[in-house]
């Protein structure tokens, strides 16, 4: 696609719940990364695919976070047993880095979490 | 620990003004450094990328340099337009290979008409 799309742009959900979040990256972007922005503050990094594995996933806050990029493509952010700390704008960015990151990342707009 | 910092938070002035946005970044040991625009509820938009070996990037009205030595970068804007507000954001890459970006708090500039 043109650029990095995210789905849904909004979710509310209730404390305890289940949800999933969606990033398709730029056509051809083997490098995919999540990140978590909370208001008035810079996104904070979560995770990093290089093609379909995760090379670094350091910044998930705990086990109740997994993400997967089974195809090397679309990546699904996974959130269980949800709590309203969660709450913050996911983001999810692409970059044409091969093997090694160093280049320009792209973000898509963001998926809202609230988790009430 | 690599810590990002923007000052000031929030930045109002009037149109047609040329104004600076500072960035600094307490481990000068980078690889590059990254100029980002987020409007509200939106992502962020790649503005500019500073090499750690370059002083400085241009795009329009935009200019960015990078002082690596002092910790350092600035984002110029000439020539301010109301569609310039929203906010800037700055991400340095710590190494070559580095997996992640550490962000600023951004800047939240408004220019008024």
């Known amino acids: 696609g043109a650029g990095v799309s995210q789905t849904p742009s909004n979710k509310v959900t209730e404390k305890g719940k289940y949800v999933e979040l969606r990033c398709d990256p730029i056509?051809?972007?083997?490098?995919l990364y999540w990140y978590r922005q909370s208001l008035g503050q810079g996104p904070e990094f979560l995770i990093y695919?290089?093609?379909?594995?995760?090379?670094?996933d350091s910044g998930l806050p705990n086990d109740r976070f997994f993400a997967v990029r089974p195809e090397g493509s679309v990546s699904t952010l996974k959130i269980q047993r949800t709590e309203r700390g969660d709450s913050a704008v996911y983001l999810c960015?692409?970059?044409?880095?091969?093997?090694?990151?160093?280049?320009?990342?792209?973000f898509g707009e963001g998926s809202r979490l609230t988790v009430l | 620990k690599q810590e990002v910092t923007q000052i000031p938070a929030a930045l109002s002035v009037p149109e047609g003004e040329n104004l600076v946005l500072n960035c600094s970044f307490t481990?000068?040991?980078?690889?590059?450094l990254q100029w980002f625009r987020q409007d509200p509820g939106k992502g962020l938009t790649s503005l500019l990328l500073?090499?750690?070996?370059?002083r400085e990037q241009t795009s329009g009205r935009l200019n960015a340099s990078l002082d690596k030595s002092s910790g350092r970068s600035t984002l110029y804007i000439a020539a301010s337009q109301p569609g310039d507000s929203a906010t800037y954001l700055c991400?340095?890459?710590?190494?070559?290979?580095?997996?992640?970006?550490?962000f600023g708090q951004g800047t939240r500039l408004t220019i008024n008409p």
């Open positions: 960015a692409s970059s044409r880095d091969r093997d090694i990151p160093t280049g320009e990342l792209f």
């Open positions: 056509s051809g972007h083997t490098a």
């Open positions: 695919f290089q093609g379909t594995g995760a090379a670094d």
């Open positions: 481990d000068s040991a980078i690889y590059n």
């Open positions: 500073i090499q750690s070996s370059q």
């Open positions: 991400a340095v890459r710590r190494m070559e290979g580095a997996q992640k970006l550490v």
